[in-house]
């Protein structure tokens, strides 16, 4: 097989490796990203990682990561999983060591595709914690980094303590974050981390105590405002919860998601009635990842407000390049103009000529998003001589012949060390676009249904795929298409001991 972005795990199993499964790696480096690099990092851990999977289509993950840290200034990154893309996330820091003193936040930004970062301060140079949670998205049926090419960064900066940046036009805001740095000796802290109107993101912040200048750096992630090929139309929705009052000391609020939404991005807001100005101290998602506790703190009275950006796939939607039922014509500027062409688009269902009509009317592309049933066709898995074409049995499950890429789960995705496992290496296919399915699952838009064998260390794994007509096909990197012995229409495996299968439906395209 051809080599991919597995890296160390390729050179590491190869010698045990059996069926088709990762092979040595390319020793790509991996690079920073968008944001800015940290002169320095925390060294942290992940402590919990939790899901929230009640809005599929739409599935978020929540990392957390911990560092305990020394006395002074401190930055700590948390990364989202490979299949994920960041966006949003909050930080707690908390004294330890019987320091009593509360600490404060400067920052909580994403930092690059995968990555949160926060920052903190404490007053009384003691030692402290750094909690920082990632919140990452997956879409059902879109590929991950696609997604995360599609998540688009927008950054300003003010030398005064407030900062507003608003989103581009045709795009939609899904959240943000800030920082806040000190020009001169001194400590800043943030006051406000929060959307703005329907547009905007807005990042506050204060001296410590009396007057220290600097800079305060707020950055705002935004998509385009249309349907997302493969999945839909993403629903974004701004809340706020009450602001609760408070005469002064620790305060806290919490404000839930909507029942069908899922939380995409937190922030807060501590206002101060008069005196020294209050501070956030930690904005948290809950342990079921679909609320948010924010929590202020200063000797002053003030109030404590939290918000949230919550997502969910807007119903009746669907992508354009695949038949499905008829599109509301305010959907998407290609919907509003194929439907002003021909009614019945908008009104009957979403035929093939409706799908045509992408190319022609709006100029978009759909060769890579229009998927096709596959049939058993061995000879064109075949050379011109009749030797086997290299395609590995991932990429064969797919209807892929070798495009340059990695051919194993995940290589597009950045994948970690830890990720070569049975039940990641299933999550990275769903990175990679493939919808989860099950055994008796019905796939939607003409895509196939493909299947993950393998054992729990992933020494050996193997894909399949059901025809047209409902029986298995597998292809390995040196052999021929051959079709499987059935048993319910589940295909006998090719690897001894495989203790773990999963299924999936792929938009399968037309071999070239």
Known sequence: MRASRLGVLGILFAPTLLGCSASPGTGELE????????????????????FDDSASPVHIQIRTCKADLAAGNHQVDCRVGAEYAIIGGGALPAPSGGNSAQPYLTESRPSDPRTWRASSGEPTSLAHDLTVYAI???????????????????TSSTSSGSVTVTADS???????????????????????DVWSGTTGWNLQSVAQ????????????????????????KLEVM???????????????????????????????????????????TSIVPGATARTVTVTTNGASAGTTTPYLTQVRKQPGSHGLCNPGNALNSGLDSCVTSICATRGQCCSTNWDSTCVSMVQTKCGRSCAQDTCQTSGFEPTRWQNPDGSANPTNCYYYAQNKYPDGLGQDPGA????????????????????????????????????????????????NYHWYRQDVGGAWSSKFPTGQATLKDNTGFRPYTDVQNNTYEAFFCACNQALP
């Open 31 to 50: 690079t920073e990203g968008v944001g800015t690099a940290a002169a320095s990092l925390d060294a942290s851990s992940v402590i919990a990682t939790a």
């Open 136 to 154: 990452g998205l997956r879409l059902d049926g879109v590929n991950t980094q696609k997604l995360r090419d599609a998540i688009g960064w927008k």
């Open 170 to 192: 045709g795009k939609v805001l899904l959240s943000g974050g800030g920082v806040t740095t000190p020009s001169a000796s001194g400590k800043r802290m943030l006051k406000a």
């Open 209 to 232: 105590s009396g007057t220290v200048p600097g800079t305060t750096q707020v950055t705002l992630l935004q998509i385009d405002n249309k349907v997302i090929e493969g999945f839909g």
């Open 238 to 280: 701004r809340r706020s919860g009450s602001s609760r009052s408070t005469l002064g000391g620790a305060h806290s609020t919490t404000l839930d998601a909507d029942t069908g939404w899922a939380v995409m991005g937190l922030g807060a807001l501590a206002s101060t009635s008069s005196g020294t100005p209050r501070q956030i």
């Open 412 to 459: 597009s995705l950045d994948p970690d060390p830890e990720d070569f496992t049975a039940s990641r290496l299933a999550a990275l296919a769903a990175g990679d676009g493939l919808i989860p399915s099950s055994f008796s699952g019905v796939c939607p838009d003409n895509r196939t249904k493909v299947m993950l064998s393998c054992n729990s260390n992933v020494y």
